[in-house]
DNA sequence: AATACTCCCAACCGCCAGTAC
DNA sequence: GGTACTGGCGGTTGGGAGTAT
């Protein structure tokens, strides 16, 4: 047996919202609140609409911390690095973006950011070789240099490391990179940048995959440390390429070889 | 002025996770 | 543990507005 629909598609209006729906709506809100139920709230404030609707109505338009308007280039750049770190999660995009939905965000980037990106890309002459590994072999491809020419500001990225920021401009990273206010290892008494700097991988081939191995603050740790830079599983380190190297070995410059030796 | 085309965005759809029973 | 229900999310669509021909 199929879901029960949330409501009777039938008996409610669909389409646009008139002005005095939206009255009606944000009235009632005002005065009770949502109550925790939306699929109970248009029968009580007399809408003829399904909960969903008003649930959507509610959160994308008529909450009065909404912003409307275009978007500013700031807010483009936290788009763009968010989407590189994290895809289209666009609530989690959102977020990062008072004011903003995840459906204006997500409209945003189909209608203009996406077309924005592409130009970007297909203007820049330049590649980068990036040297991929799967699970049982090494290849090298060649991809375009994606990286953007405004580094977002830290400030608006209040749980997420600015040495991270930094990196994140550059490649695409494989998923968010949120932190804890007191660093990047919640179980480490050390600040961030003084786990960045002792950050020192390295990295072996063999026939059941590839291993990485790290030490950090001169102990060795397993792939959590790389989990909680949000780089997850080992290869997805080597997926991220030469320009993670590169923002390491500034930081570190002992990482320098680690990777050019598993890379080969 | 009429038509075709493109852009934009509000709204809908369907799926999934969490929760109550 | 199974079922039903709701909230939340990302993908997609429909149609109005604007622009080009």
Redesign the pocket.
């Known amino acids: ?1 199929g ?2 629909p ?1 409501c009777d ?1 039938t008996k409610v ?5 008139s002005p005095e729906e939206d009255t009606t709506l944000k009235n009632y809100i005002h005065k009770y609140g ?1 109550g ?5 709230l248009p029968l009580k404030a007399g809408l003829k609409r ?4 008003c ?3 509610w959160l ?2 008529l909450r009065p911390d909404i912003k409307h308007g275009g978007f500013t280039e700031e807010e483009d750049n936290i788009i763009l690095t968010l989407y590189h770190n994290i895809g ?5 995009i959102a977020s990062h973006l008072p004011g903003r939905t ?3 965000v ?3 980037w ?3 950011l996406k077309k924005k990106l592409l130009a970007e890309v297909t203007t820049s002459p330049t590649t980068t070789t990036i040297a991929t590994a799967t699970a049982t072999t090494t290849t090298t491809t060649t991809t375009t240099n994606n990286s953007f020419s405004h580094a977002p500001s830290s400030a608006y990225y209040p749980n997420l490391a600015p040495e991270m920021l930094g990196i994140s401009t550059q490649f695409p990273l494989p998923r968010l990179i949120e932190v804890p206010e007191n660093g990047i290892n919640s179980n480490s008494e050390f600040p961030l940048s003084q786990q960045l700097s002792s950050f020192s991988p390295s990295f072996s081939l063999d026939k059941s995959g590839i291993s990485a191995s790290w030490s950090v603050n001169g102990g060795c740790e397993d792939d959590k440390f790389l989990d909680e830079f949000g780089y997850g599983l080992s290869y997805d380190l080597l997926d991220i390429g030469f320009d993670f190297q590169d923002k390491i070995s500034e930081i570190n410059p002992s990482f320098t070889n680690s990777y050019d030796s598993f890379a080969g």
Do not use: H
């Open positions: 047996m879901r029960a949330c598609k209006k669909r389409g646009p919202w949502t925790g139920n939306w699929i109970a399904c909960g969903k609707s649930r959507l109505r994308n338009y289209s999660r666009w609530s989690v995840d459906n204006d997500k409209n945003y189909n209608t203009k």
